[in-house]
Structures are given as C-alpha cells and as structure tokens.
C-alpha cells in the first residue's frame, strides 16, 4: 500500500523559506516518478518539480524555477521541496506524488498515489 506523508508546511513572510519534506512508504521513491503539486483555492492542481526515477534529474514549473529545488533522498525513501523567495502567489496546498510515468512531462490529478497534502500560506 503506497503512502506519501507531507509536512513543513506553514506561514511564513513574502521573500522567506520554507522546506517541504515527503515521507514514501509501500514502494521506493527512486523507482517512480515523484512530484510535487500545488492547488490554490479555486484552481485545478499545478506542477511545480518532479524528478526522475532512473537518474534523479528535477524539472520545475517555469514560476518556480531559481527557486524551488526537489530532491530525493533513497536511504530515507523522502523527496524534500526547498522553497526560496516565497510570494504570496506561491500560497496553496502542496502535494506530493508518485506516479508510475515517464517523467518528462506534467500529469492530471486522476494520476499516481497523492498524499494528503500540506498548507503553505505566504503573506
């Protein structure tokens, strides 16, 4: 059974950071492709970062990039999201996910396993 858990989200001041971890459990978060994604109230889902399976390599949404960084940590079977020079835009609830594509491109919400998500509120 595929588990994702999101955490470290919060409050925090336009310009500041904030660190988003995922905990995996039930497969290996090297073996597929892991994401995370955002819905603010009233929008449909968005991708901000994704990173490959088989060599680990992160792509990011054109609003995030310079200052979202995805990354993976197998022994922890954990994907983090580093966040820098937040702005109120960039409030919503992030989710990770997991989902068993290629990995080249953004995927609907109807796709992969979704955790819960996490609040991230930027004022």
């Known amino acids: 059974h595929v588990q994702l858990v999101e955490s470290g989200g919060g409050s925090v001041q336009a310009g500041g950071s904030l660190r988003l971890s995922c905990a995996a459990s039930?497969?290996?978060?090297?073996?597929?492709?892991m994401g995370w994604y955002r819905q603010a109230p009233g929008n449909q889902p968005e991708g901000v970062a994704r990173?490959?399976?088989?060599?680990?390599?992160?792509s990011y949404a054109d609003s995030v990039k310079g200052r979202f960084t995805m990354s993976r940590d197998s022994a922890k079977n954990a994907v983090y999201l580093q966040m820098t020079s937040l702005a109120p835009d960039d409030t919503a609830k992030y989710y990770c996910?997991?989902?068993?594509?290629?990995?080249?491109?953004?995927?609907?919400?109807?796709?992969?396993?979704w955790g819960q998500g996490t609040q991230v509120t930027v004022s």
């Open positions: 039930g497969y290996t978060v090297s073996r597929l492709c």
């Open positions: 990173i490959r399976a088989y060599d680990g390599r992160a």
């Open positions: 996910v997991a989902a068993n594509v290629v990995c080249d491109r953004w995927w609907g919400p109807e796709i992969g396993y």
